[in-house]
């Protein structure tokens, strides 16, 4: 029998990730699952239509590498549209299977062993686990809740000088936040701008909350600000969008120099992401205008009906800005951790969520601890049924 280890070193720290350990538990105990950030509804039938003509009218053999031009073209029209930036669909745009591909594309494509990354905690897990896949350092700067001074989530400005220098290669920058909910503003972006210009950082810019904002916050794309326009790589994907998370449709958007560096990444990857998929997201990226204003009146409502429920059984509850996510204060309730609470509420309550102490690096971990992640990305009767059973039990646990 051999005596070497099966894991690689690179994979051996990693678990289950929590959204599946979490979406098990939930599943064995009949809970209401408010953990995993997919919505438990379709996106428009005019998409699926278009997959299902792209299927029969034979679009099913390889895209090509960087994506079908329809679409690249359809994203490029989009990022127009939506943001004045004008974008190349033959030099500036790779489709990929997914925002998460398109991430760990980024980090392959731009950092090397020994650089150092940089990123907001609580952040995204692929993040971490990127970085470590290519022998990169990450740096992490903890994203603060509100307060007296501070009307949103907020960062210190002296951490983030003190966390970029010589040796950082890459800025991952998330907003709309998962799971904080924050919105960068431009003021923000361009602080971030100005240090990443001052020691030529490149930032991964993940938006994929992109069209899940509400007001009076306003989602600037990072690209478009003038101290990162050259120096920035766009992330997205069809999966929020368009509540079609199943499809696994990504892309990047970046200068050409950049794009390249990512594309050859890409290529030995997935090489290429399901063609008729890509036909429909082409058809979806042109929908009109009300789509998209439906798609945040949506959204609005879900958060004000979750938040309604979270308060009336106790919790403080933290209003996003953008994404479908709500963090609530768990201080209180005599658990020992977020985990702790977490097991304890798809356990015994019937509700499941996230603890996002788990998204956050050894150094800070405690910051998260004292929080729950709660998805509203949910029919009207499941929100309504999981604040029925929180208000049912939660109130009991207080101390």
């Not at 983030?160 to 998330?174: H, M, Q, S």
């Not at 789509?291 to 309604?308: H, M, S, W």
């Amino acid at each position: 029998m051999s005596s070497r280890p099966v894991l690689s070193q690179r994979v051996s720290r990693f678990g289950t990730t929590v959204f599946s350990e979490f979406s098990a538990l939930a599943l064995k105990h009949q809970a209401v699952n408010l953990g995993q950030g997919f919505p438990d509804f379709d996106g428009p039938d005019a998409i699926k239509e278009a997959a299902w003509k792209a299927i029969q009218g034979g679009v099913n053999q390889y895209a090509p590498g960087v994506g079908a031009r329809d679409l690249r073209v359809a994203i490029a029209e989009h990022s127009q549209r939506f943001y004045g930036h004008a974008v190349d669909p033959d030099t500036m745009v790779s489709v990929t299977s997914g925002a998460t591909e398109a991430i760990l594309d980024v980090i392959l494509g731009l950092v090397d062993p020994g650089d150092e990354v940089v990123a907001f905690e609580p952040f995204y897990d692929s993040y971490d686990a990127n970085i470590a896949f290519v022998g990169a350092t990450p740096r992490y700067v903890p994203l603060r809740p509100p307060d007296a001074a501070h009307a949103t989530w907020w960062f210190d400005r002296d951490e983030v000088k003190a966390a970029i220098g010589p040796r950082t290669r890459l800025l991952i920058l998330n907003s709309p936040h998962n799971p904080t909910g924050k919105v960068f503003t431009r003021e923000e972006l361009e602080f971030l701008g100005n240090l990443c210009a001052e020691f030529d950082v490149k930032v991964l810019a993940d938006e994929v909350y992109e069209h899940i904002v509400f007001g009076p916050a306003r989602h600037i794309r990072a690209a478009t600000v003038p101290v990162l326009a050259d120096r920035t790589v766009t992330v997205s994907s069809a999966g929020k969008s368009f509540s079609l998370t199943g499809w696994k449709i990504g892309w990047i958007i970046a200068p050409p120099p950049l794009r390249d560096a990512v594309q050859r990444a890409h290529q030995f990857v997935t090489f290429a992401t399901a063609s008729p998929f890509q036909a429909a997201m082409a058809v979806a990226m042109r929908l009109p205008d009300s789509y998209f204003q439906g798609l945040t009146a949506l959204y609005t409502e879900k958060r004000e009906r979750l938040l309604t429920g979270l308060r009336a059984a106790g919790l403080k509850v933290y209003s996003p800005e953008g994404s479908y996510f709500i963090l609530a204060d768990i201080a209180g309730y005599g658990f020992a951790d977020d985990v702790a609470f977490c097991r304890h509420l798809v356990t015994e309550v019937g509700v499941a969520a996230i603890p996002p102490s788990v998204f956050y690096g050894p150094e800070h971990r405690h910051l998260g601890q004292g929080f729950a992640r709660f998805a509203f990305c949910k029919t009207e009767g499941v929100l309504d049924e999981a604040s029925r059973r929180l208000g049912a039990k939660l109130p009991a646990l207080k101390r």
